[in-house]
């Protein structure tokens, strides 16, 4: 080999690698995840929402988790990013209403955010920066009006149970895709809705099909809690 050649070869090696550790893209798509508040209330918990106010009653984002196509999925992958609020101070008003924090007796949103942009949000920083995670996921909850979604089809949050079919159907009636719904009980035993997730192109912007879905069971009629 002449020395071009070698020189040629160790480039090509050099820039390959560098390209795949600077846009390497360790996840295939995203679940969107939005939680039902009267489902994480129910149950056997002491106290759910913060003394400082109760949420709408609404669905609100849980989270934004970039995944793979195994089922795998990649946490905490940067402790160098940690969540930084001046860098979303213009959603904040926003968050508050679309992705308020549940726990309690003194949860506050911002321990919530920066829990889920430490385990998941820095996962996905090759596509998304901080504001861009942020806005991602509420610009998701804006196209996909969940409660309404339900309700237009009938299933209301009045503590009514309605086939799991129904609920999955209106849901994808709506937005063309096949959700996932995550069930909980309450503290009678009842299978109730709690988490429903939605598959996201690797942007964070568009709603796909799911390639995999998680795991977990639901009766097949579930309550719908009122909150
Ligand atoms: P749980 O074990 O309560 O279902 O989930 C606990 C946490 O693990 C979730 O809130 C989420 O942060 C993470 N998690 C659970 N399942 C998945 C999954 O399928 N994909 C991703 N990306 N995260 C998950
Ligand atoms: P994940 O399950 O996404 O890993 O993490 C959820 C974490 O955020 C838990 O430590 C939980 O205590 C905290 N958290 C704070 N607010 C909420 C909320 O409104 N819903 C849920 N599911 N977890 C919350």
Known sequence: MTK????????????GCLSVLCVSQDFDFFYFVQQWPGSYCDTQQSCCYPTTGKPAADFG??????????????????SSKPFDQSQISDLTSSMQKNWPTLACPSGNGIKFWSHEWDKHGTCSESVLD????????????????????LQSAGIKPNGDSYSLEDIKGAIKGATGLTP??????????NSQLYQVYLCVGT??????????????????NIEFPSF
């Open 4 to 15: 071009l050649n070698q020189l040629t070869l160790i480039t090509v090696l050099i820039l």
């Open 61 to 78: 984002i849980h989270g934004l988790w970039p995944n793979r196509n195994d089922g795998s999925y990649p946490s905490n992958c940067d």
């Open 130 to 149: 901080q504001h861009g995670y942020f806005q991602a996921a509420l610009s998701l909850k804006k196209q996909v009006n969940l409660l309404q979604i």
């Open 180 to 189: 996932w719904i995550e069930c909980n009980t309450d503290t009678s035993g």
């Open 203 to 220: 942007s964070g912007s568009n709603l796909i099909e799911c390639p995999v879905f998680p795991h977990g069971k639901c009766g097949s």
